[in-house]
């Protein structure tokens, strides 16, 4: 497999495109960004733990029947994946609030959430990703009504399996954000699963162990995602 040119830079990865066609190169950068990217840094070892992270997690999602983008670690930052036809849309659940839930709708962060909360969300920068319908990807064409319907459907297997995963290494999966794309007509799961894009809680303390310690400068972000990690079993110098 021999990586080509840059297809695209996003604030945490770029994607390069590949001698074979249906395959792209995702490399893990140590960006970081929060608030639309008006918070921005450069995070020491974040690219390798990011993508070691999400093999690990898209391993396990695979496992249990969810078709990922994943194909293999090439290396510290890289990985392999398969090239989608990403829907603009961001696929949020909830199990507990946190974030934009509590400051739209005036609820207490740590709330209960039964059954979990879906939202979708516009993936676009320039109105800071606004939270959207299903009407309004109807009407926009943003998906249609079957990609709607997989979307939300394996949006919550997503969370059957990782919720039982993290609260088996003593962390509570309190919320996440998923993207799918297309791949030769079937709807897969693409981007990344880390946490960067999701929120962690030690069961006990309920300590934060997420981007939140970028987003609330509580400091210690990548050794504490490094500690999810090692909670789940990951060994990130394999
Ligand atoms: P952002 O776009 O939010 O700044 P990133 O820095 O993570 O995010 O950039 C990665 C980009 O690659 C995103 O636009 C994402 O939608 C896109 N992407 C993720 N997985 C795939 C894939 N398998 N095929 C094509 N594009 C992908
Ligand atoms: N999220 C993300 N990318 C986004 C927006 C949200 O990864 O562009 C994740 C975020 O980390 C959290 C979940 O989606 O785990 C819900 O985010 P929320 O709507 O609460 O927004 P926030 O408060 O993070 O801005």
Same mark, same amino acid.
């Given at each position: 497999? @021999?990586?080509?040119? @840059?297809?695209?830079?996003?604030?945490?990865?770029?994607?390069? $495109?590949?001698?074979?066609?249906?395959?792209?190169?995702?490399?893990y950068r140590n960006d970081t960004s929060a608030f639309d990217g008006k918070k921005l840094a450069q995070l020491d070892r974040k690219g390798m733990v990011n993508n070691k992270f999400?093999?690990?997690?898209?391993?396990?999602?695979?496992?249990?029947?969810?078709?990922?983008?994943? @194909?293999?670690?090439?290396?510290?930052?890289?990985?392999?994946?398969?090239?989608?036809?990403?829907?603009?849309?961001?696929?949020?659940?909830?199990?507990?609030?946190?974030?934009?839930?509590?400051?739209?709708?005036?609820? @207490?962060?740590?709330?209960?959430?039964?059954?979990?909360?879906?939202?979708?969300?516009?993936?676009?920068? #320039?109105?800071?990703?606004? !939270?959207?319908?299903?009407?309004?990807?109807?009407?926009?064409?943003? +998906?249609?009504?079957?990609?709607?319907?997989?979307?939300?459907?394996?949006?919550?297997?997503?969370?059957?399996?990782?919720? $039982?995963?993290?609260?088996?290494?003593?962390?509570?999966?309190?919320?996440?954000?998923?993207?799918?794309? !297309?791949?030769?007509?079937?709807?897969?799961?693409?981007?990344?699963?880390?946490?960067?894009?999701?929120?962690?809680?030690?069961?006990?303390?309920?300590?934060?162990?997420?981007? #939140?310690?970028?987003?609330?400068?509580?400091?210690?972000?990548?050794?504490?995602?490094?500690?999810?990690?090692?909670?789940?079993?990951? #060994?990130?110098? +394999?």
């Amino acid at each position: 497999m @021999e990586k080509r040119e @840059e297809l695209y830079a996003g604030k945490a990865k770029s994607v390069y $495109t590949t001698d074979d066609p249906d395959k792209l190169v995702m490399l893990y950068r140590n960006d970081t960004s929060a608030f639309d990217g008006k918070k921005l840094a450069q995070l020491d070892r974040k690219g390798m733990v990011n993508n070691k992270f999400n093999a690990f997690i898209m391993d396990k999602l695979e496992q249990a029947g969810i078709p990922t983008h994943h @194909e293999q670690l090439l290396s510290d930052q890289e990985s392999l994946v398969k090239k989608l036809d990403m829907l603009p849309l961001e696929c949020v659940v909830r199990n507990v609030a946190a974030g934009s839930i509590c400051r739209r709708l005036g609820v @207490e962060e740590g709330t209960d959430l039964t059954p979990p909360t879906f939202e979708f969300f516009l993936k676009n920068d #320039d109105l800071g990703d606004p !939270m959207v319908n299903e009407s309004h990807i109807r009407s926009f064409g943003w +998906a249609t009504e079957e990609q709607v319907a997989a979307m939300k459907d394996l949006t919550f297997k997503v969370n059957d399996v990782l919720k $039982t995963l993290f609260r088996d290494g003593g962390m509570l999966l309190v919320d996440y954000k998923l993207e799918f794309g !297309m791949y030769k007509g079937e709807l897969v799961l693409g981007d990344e699963f880390s946490p960067d894009g999701c929120r962690l809680w030690d069961v006990e303390t309920r300590e934060k162990l997420d981007k #939140d310690r970028f987003r609330q400068d509580l400091g210690d972000v990548v050794e504490s995602y490094e500690s999810v990690g090692r909670r789940l079993g990951l #060994d990130f110098d +394999a």
